[in-house]
């Protein structure tokens, strides 16, 4: 059974839906910021398909606990999202479980427009050691949001993974538990002349092995294909800046194409 609750800041419970076995509740009431939902559910190690706000995508998702927590985005950091997403008093949640049918066909395991910053709780989640001047468009979540908008760079819907010109920069996709790998694809960010690009970058699994994966200045997505890798994690790293004037290369999408392990 599932159940959906929305918390304000205080801590105090503003909504509490009933236990269902596929959640869905209808919150009448406008977000203030500092909200957050929570949604419990009856067993630890689950696969659910969320739709946490209506005008957003659904996505699979795996929650390795019984708690799935989602703070919903304050309203200076909604640049990233849809101008009509979180606003309004009507508000529809759906969590239901997957099937395994769902499960287990090969699919982008990287998909989760509702990933952020404050997530601990479901997968997959991304991360960054740089995003430019710790904007909400530049933030690494963009990269697995699922919108390929590239032809431009800031506010919804060309947010992107920015690097603020480090050539450290990495980015880490953590899938909280082992999954099958094969293939990974990159959108760069395609805002030319203003942005620049990578000529080739690493690939680096969590099974400590590694691949170069060479790109192109072009808006259309650039994949990978390898034999299966058993992984929790992949890092994209190395990236190589083309010797153009721009300054700006970026990441618009990261997929990661394969197979949950069947348990």
């Known amino acids: 059974m599932l159940k959906i609750k929305i918390i304000n800041q205080k801590g105090n419970e503003l909504f509490i839906g009933e236990a269902q076995e596929n959640a869905c509740c209808i919150y009448n009431f406008p977000y203030q910021d500092g909200d957050w939902m929570i949604v419990d559910c009856d067993k630890k190690g689950g696969y659910y398909k969320i739709r946490l706000e209506d005008t957003m995508m659904e996505s699979i998702v795996f929650v390795p606990g019984t708690t799935l927590i989602y703070h919903i985005p304050p309203i200076q950091q909604r640049l990233n999202y849809s101008p009509k997403s979180f606003y309004g008093d009507c508000h529809i949640i759906t969590v239901t479980e997957a099937s395994e049918e769902e499960i287990y066909v090969r699919r982008n395991l990287a998909l989760n427009p509702y ?53 450290n920069a990495e980015f880490k996709l953590d899938f909280g538990r082992e999954v099958l790998l094969d293939e990974i694809v990159l959108t ?29 200045k072009t808006s259309v997505r650039q994949a990978i294909r390898f034999e299966q890798k058993k992984v929790c994690s992949v890092v994209l790293r190395k990236l190589i800046k083309a010797k153009d004037v721009s300054e700006f290369p970026a990441l618009t999408q990261f997929e990661a194409w394969g197979y949950e392990i069947k348990k």
């Open 115 to 167: 990933d952020q910053h404050e997530n601990e709780t479901f997968y997959p989640h991304s991360s960054a050691n740089v995003e430019t001047r710790n904007e909400c468009v530049f933030a690494s979540r963009n990269a697995i949001d699922g919108l390929f908008y590239n032809e431009s760079h800031g506010c919804f819907p060309y947010q992107s993974w920015g690097i603020n010109r480090n050539p």
């Open 188 to 216: 760069l960010r395609a805002d030319f002349p203003h942005d620049s690009y990578w000529t080739s970058a690493e690939l680096a699994f969590s099974d400590g092995s590694t691949l170069e994966m060479k790109l192109e």
